[in-house]
């Protein structure tokens, strides 16, 4: 099983980021994805969710309205669309995926908000 992150990196406050998370070993379409982010000294907190189905998606309070999480299950690949990026959104940012007895984890992407 693997996840695998990209597309993290050094933005300006107000600027965008694409994350996309590469699944494989398993059948993504079964399963929920998360984004998690853990900043310095914080910790791991849920971003967004989205059913297998992407008919069901949450949102922390603190990105509705700047984050769109989806999926693509014909790339087994689920992404998290960042605009209006602020310092406070600098984390580290996992890729998550929930089945009905198993989660697994990916090994996270570096998302750096700074001028």
């Known amino acids: 099983v693997q996840l695998v992150e990209s597309g993290g990196g050094l933005v300006q406050p107000g600027g965008s980021l694409r994350l996309s998370c590469a699944a494989s070993?398993?059948?993504?379409?079964?399963?929920?994805m998360s984004w998690y982010r853990q900043g310095p000294g914080k910790e791991r907190e849920l971003v967004a969710s989205?059913?297998?189905?992407?008919?069901?998606?949450n949102y922390a309070d603190s990105v509705k309205g700047r984050f769109t999480i989806s999926r693509d299950n014909a790339k087994n690949t689920v992404y998290l669309q960042m605009t209006s990026l602020k310092p406070g959104d600098a984390a580290v940012y996992y890729c998550e995926a929930t089945g009905l007895w198993v989660e697994y984890w990916g090994q996270g992407t570096q998302v750096t908000v700074s001028s």
């Open positions: 070993g398993f059948t993504f379409s079964s399963y929920v």
């Open positions: 989205i059913v297998n189905t992407g008919g069901s998606i």
